[in-house]
């Protein structure tokens, strides 16, 4: 097993799920080998689940600072992260996890991207602030969930 590192183009699509089922098949496409990719998005429910799947060009374009400038009472969002397999099948399986949470007035020290201003559910500090993130993070749910499919299918 290795790594095969590559340019892929993606899509522009309101769904995730559509982002990583094309980019897993471009990557499938290229190395011609079973890949995984991982496509995620912070939704916030004041902003009508913006900015979703533009959530990298909207971080890179206006920050978290721009974020706080849009977002309304409602704090309320999700962080969402899907995992695509996709093999010589050419069928890719998909594993979706979310985790509530909410913005936060301030932006925190740490972390990366959306990280200093998102406050997972039932804690009281960002995932910039939080030492065990990994294990309450989006992409860990979804990996776990490919984890146990994977080994399933093996057997």
């Known amino acids: 097993m290795g790594f095969f590192q590559?340019?892929?183009?993606?899509?522009?699509?309101?769904s995730l799920s559509k982002i990583a089922l094309q980019k897993s098949l471009n990557?499938?496409?290229k190395c011609k080998k079973p890949v995984i990719i991982e496509d995620d998005g912070l939704f916030i429910d004041?902003?009508?689940?913006?900015?979703?799947?533009?959530?990298?060009?909207?971080?890179?374009t206006i920050g978290n600072n721009g974020i706080l400038k849009l977002i309304g009472d409602n704090r309320d969002?999700?962080?969402?992260?899907i995992?695509?397999?996709c093999d010589s099948s050419n069928e890719p399986t998909l594993f979706e996890s979310s985790v509530a949470g909410t913005i936060s007035k301030n932006i925190q020290d740490g972390g990366w991207g959306y990280d200093p201003i998102?406050?997972?559910e039932?804690?009281?500090?960002?995932?910039?602030?939080?030492?065990?993130?990994?294990?309450?993070?989006?992409?860990?749910?979804?990996?776990?969930k490919?984890?146990?499919?994977?080994?399933n299918k093996q057997e």
């Open 46 to 60: 004041s902003l009508s689940g913006f900015p979703g799947p533009y959530s990298s060009y909207i971080f890179n």
């Open 83 to 85: 995992i695509a397999f």
């Open 118 to 120: 998102f406050i997972p």
């Open 122 to 144: 039932k804690q009281n500090k960002t995932y910039a602030e939080l030492a065990d993130k990994n294990k309450l993070s989006h992409r860990y749910e979804s990996l776990k």
């Open 77 to 81: 969002a999700q962080f969402v992260a």
């Open 6 to 14: 590559t340019e892929l183009v993606e899509i522009q699509d309101d």
């Open 27 to 29: 990557a499938y496409e």
């Open 146 to 151: 490919f984890a146990n499919w994977f080994n």
